[in-house]
């Protein structure tokens, strides 16, 4: 099992659709029963509340539904459980490496470096803007969790397990 937690401030816009994205095409992948995600926000500004509605109706009208998802903080259990822990973006992930304990440091990096065909690294936060804001979020996320995918179908084609 693989377990990946997508990060973001407030963990109501840009982690949640990530989370959202991924899970489907996991699922449309065969990769479901391996790969279990999550998503979390640095700060508990949202805590228990659902994704931004901007975020919620831009993902339904792709087919993702996020209505399920409630924002929550990272907290210390998830330096340990998560196998990679990625961040939408160099803020959050500096946050990031200043709560983790050093012997998790290699679990984090930024969710666009999967995506090598993409020029930029970060997930802009489109909380402030309108909706074409949320638009680009979900285009970024939709190639950065395809790359993601395909590496992890890769690795576990790869794994020796699997070659029995």
Known sequence: ?????????????????????????????????????????????????????????????????????????????????????????????????RSCPKEHLSRLGLFLDVADELAQDEVPDPYYGGIEGFEKVLDLCEQGARSLIESIAKSTLQSPAKRR
């Open 1 to 97: 099992m693989t377990r990946i937690l997508f990060v973001c401030m407030g963990n109501i816009c840009r982690s949640p659709m990530a989370e959202g994205v991924v899970r489907v095409q996991a699922e449309r992948a065969g990769l479901s029963s391996i790969l279990e995600v999550d998503s979390a926000g640095t700060h508990a500004y949202h805590e228990g509340e659902p994704p931004d509605q901007r975020a919620r109706k831009v993902a339904s009208s792709r087919g993702y539904d996020l209505s399920r998802l409630r924002a929550r903080r990272v907290n210390d259990q998830d330096f340990s459980r998560f196998d990679r822990i990625l961040a939408m973006d160099r803020q959050n992930l500096e946050f990031l490496r």
